[in-house]
Nanobody, 121 residues
């Protein structure tokens, strides 16, 4: 069974920094794209950043230049470094990964349970 476990959320003042981490647990063949999504109260879940298995990245417009996504394939981890945080960044941040559980199988997507990030003004 594949599990994604996030850590590193918390409360920070506007202008501060946080790093959230996510580890993939379970036996898999390979990991394709990994990403971070967020959901604020009353809003839909949105993509924040994603990174492919070759290292190509993609960011939501409002976080470009402030957030950096990275991954460690050997450790099966993905990170999101968040700088210059704003109150509007407050949300539950979810880790997402597309994996191949075995050779020849179709890819499957998995979600973590989320970690709360709160930015005070």
């Amino acid at each position: 069974q594949v599990q994604l476990v996030e850590s590193g959320g918390g409360l920070v003042q506007a202008g501060g920094s946080l790093r959230v981490s996510c580890v993939l647990r379970g036996s898999i063949f390979s990991i394709n794209t990994m990403g971070w999504y967020r959901q604020a109260p009353g809003k839909q879940r949105e993509l924040v950043a994603r990174i492919t298995d070759t290292g190509s990245t993609d960011y939501e417009h409002s976080v470009k230049g402030r957030f950096t996504i990275s991954r460690d394939n050997a450790k099966k981890m993905v990170y999101l470094q968040m700088n210059s945080l704003r109150p509007e960044d407050t949300a539950v941040y979810y880790c997402n990964a597309e994996v191949l559980k075995d050779w020849g199988k179709s890819p499957t997507r998995h979600w973590g349970r989320g970690t709360q990030v709160t930015v005070s003004s």
